[in-house]
């Protein structure tokens, strides 16, 4: 089975620069997420998605950042403009559904790492 | 006060070695927790599931106190692969919070 894929896995921007980042989830799992780990940090929840829609964005600095899947199944993540304390890992997990209870295992891609000079 | 907080080490431990660390989580209604693991310049791995009664998966033992509301890991016989950061993740209703990590490094 494949596994979360994301991209690009490294990124160097300028601040006030955009970008943006890709995800598609392992097949079927309804439930995506995307995280911001800085170092030395645990991930931080940015967004959750079940579907197409927003299940949880209340740490979403919605000021600069966006996400969406539209189709409920890949994602995508941007950032504009950047400032330098968005240097980071932003991860993707993903999680299923088991009938009606959703899975908490998270299955996580490797990673996008920008940084923002 | 964090809600999930972690003693972020770095943990020292001989190979063969036992090593134990806590997790403490302030939202008492958390009904979730987990282990997961993150190498270095990796992404996070689910290590293990906690239950109430405590559980055992080989060399690594989940423990729940919610007394005192902290889960442990305990690694036992601990090998050089066990280096690694481990992060606690609790929460309910869906929503997980992550500890910032305790890294521990194995040493022969």
């Known amino acids: 089975e494949a596994g979360v894929a994301q991209s690009p896995r490294y990124k160097i921007i300028e601040k006030r620069q955009s970008v943006a980042f890709w995800c598609n989830p392992i097949s079927g799992h309804a439930t995506l997420y995307w995280y911001q780990q800085i170092l030395g940090q645990g991930p931080k929840l940015l967004i959750q998605?079940?579907?197409?829609?927003?299940?949880?964005d209340s740490q979403l600095p919605k000021d600069r950042f966006s996400a969406e899947r539209l189709k409920g199944v890949d994602s995508t993540l941007k950032i504009q403009p950047a400032k330098l304390e968005d240097s980071a890992v932003y991860l993707c997990?993903?999680?299923?559904?088991?009938?009606?209870?959703?899975?908490?295992?998270?299955?996580f891609g490797p990673g996008t790492r920008l940084l923002v000079l | 006060r964090k809600e999930v907080e972690q003693d972020p080490g770095p943990f020292n431990v001989p190979e063969g070695a036992t090593v134990a660390f806590n997790c403490t989580y302030s939202n008492s209604a958390s009904q979730s927790f987990f282990w997961y693991r993150q190498d270095c310049r990796k992404e996070p791995k689910l290590l293990m599931s906690v239950y109430s009664s405590g559980n055992e998966d080989g060399r690594f033992t989940a423990q729940l106190n919610r007394a005192s509301q902290y889960i442990s890991l305990l690694i036992r016989d601990s090998k050089l692969s066990d280096s690694a950061t481990y992060l606690c993740?609790?929460?309910?209703?869906?929503?997980?919070?992550w500890g910032a990590g305790t890294k521990l490094i194995i040493k022969p």
């Open positions: 993740v609790g929460g309910s209703n869906y929503q997980l919070i």
């Open positions: 998605f079940q579907n197409n829609g927003v299940v949880d």
């Open positions: 997990a993903s999680s299923s559904w088991e009938g009606r209870k959703l899975q908490e295992t998270q299955y």
